[in-house]
């Protein structure tokens, strides 16, 4: 089992900046890639962004390209999403979550074993 929380959403305005956290713990050796996804009140869950634990590859989908960057802190099993210059349409509830696929980027729900609570995040115009 791996266990993720996540940390910083929170409300900003147009242009502005937010850092995600999300902390995992338990057999996070056995995940490969973590994801960032987002949901918007009334639409599905969208890919936003992967990372690889071991050398650091990111990947991103090109509505965030140049905006948002992924990173993570192997030490502390962290992962962080920088996301600048944000937008109201990236007003969402933001996930992180697990994946031990080997194949990368890992960008479907399916392809994900473990799952934050998520934390909103919230873009005024």
């Known amino acids: 089992q791996v266990q993720l929380v996540e940390s910083g959403g929170g409300l900003v305005q147009a242009g502005g900046s937010l850092r995600l956290s999300c902390a995992a713990s338990?057999?996070?050796?056995?995940?490969?890639?973590m994801g960032w996804f987002r949901q918007a009140p009334g639409k599905e869950r969208e890919f936003v962004a992967a990372i690889t634990w071991s050398e650091g590859i990111t990947y991103y989908i090109d509505s965030v390209k140049g905006r948002f960057t992924a990173s993570r802190d192997n030490a502390k099993n962290t992962v962080y999403l920088q996301m600048n210059s944000l937008k109201p349409e990236d007003t969402a509830v933001y996930y992180c979550a697990a994946s031990s696929k080997v194949a990368f980027p890992p960008k479907a729900a399916r392809e994900y074993d473990y799952w934050g609570q998520g934390t909103q995040v919230t873009v005024s115009s």
């Open positions: 338990g057999r996070t050796f056995s995940s490969r890639a």
